[in-house]
């Protein structure tokens, strides 16, 4: 089955810097790679995906690349501020089904 | 509000006894999920539903007992749970399970429910 790793475990920036998380994935048929933000108390949340027909996406001062050969993808946060403090989780999936989380990054973003 | 919504947000319960997790969506979704959250381990799969019908079981124990009345409602019935069983427990939803290319593949969680065994 998918397995999905994700790299660091916990993150601390400067405010204003930017910060980069890291996954792979096993299965090359997941064709799906959505990136969900939870902060503390609250579920995750979406905060962006790409298809695997994409190689780069972007949202304001998040992107996401995917490298399908080597099968790794990553979440760029440029300019980050305080509130982008939260546990960043990757995943991988198949069509909508199947979907395999990575064990998530913890940003510290320091004023 | 995300448009998830689970009750409740906290609950404490013993070994022996049993209790309902409760998940309602309101966003007009097809499919919904139940999956574990435990401390420094990734997102666990426990069940899925589509149109009603119980589409996946991840290998959960039978002390879990899932329940989907209509496409809006999802419920985790708890009984004779184990310490380890303590976690916080996501319902999320989506359009449908299995479209490719569309906005059905979006996962929505709710906040989630935190469950302590003692």
């Known amino acids: 089955g998918e397995n999905v790793e994700q790299h660091p475990s916990t993150l601390s920036v400067q405010e204003g810097d930017s910060a980069v998380i890291k996954c792979t994935y096993s299965?090359?048929?997941?064709?799906?790679f959505p990136w969900y933000k939870q902060e503390l108390g609250k579920g995750p949340q979406l905060i962006i995906d790409?298809?695997?027909?994409?190689g780069e996406k972007k949202d304001q001062r998040i992107a996401v690349t995917l490298n399908k050969t080597a099968k790794h993808f990553s979440l760029h946060i440029t300019e980050t501020q305080p509130e982008d403090s939260a546990v960043y989780f990757c995943?991988?999936?198949?069509?909508?089904?199947?979907?395999?989380f990575g064990p998530g990054t913890r940003l510290s973003v320091l004023p | 509000e995300t448009g998830v919504t689970q009750t409740p947000r906290h609950l404490v319960m013993g070994m022996t006894n049993k209790k309902s997790l409760k998940c309602e969506q309101h966003?007009?979704?097809?499919?919904m999920y139940w999956y574990k959250q435990s401390a420094k381990k990734p997102l666990e799969l426990m069940f899925v539903?589509?149109?009603?019908?119980?589409?996946e079981n991840n290998s959960v124990p039978s002390r879990f007992s899932p329940e989907c009345p209509n496409s809006s409602h999802l419920f985790l019935h708890l009984h004779t749970l184990q310490p380890e069983d303590s976690a916080l427990y996501l319902c999320?939803?989506?359009?449908?399970?299995?479209?490719?290319?569309?906005?059905?593949?979006?996962?929505?969680f709710g906040a989630g429910s935190r469950l302590t065994v003692l």
């Open positions: 995943a991988a999936a198949y069509y909508g089904q199947n979907f395999v």
């Open positions: 966003l007009g979704h097809n499919a």
């Open positions: 790409i298809r695997s027909n994409v």
């Open positions: 999320a939803s989506s359009q449908e399970t299995g479209q490719a290319y569309s906005g059905a593949n979006v996962l929505t």
């Open positions: 539903y589509n149109f009603k019908e119980q589409t």
């Open positions: 299965d090359s048929a997941s064709n799906y």
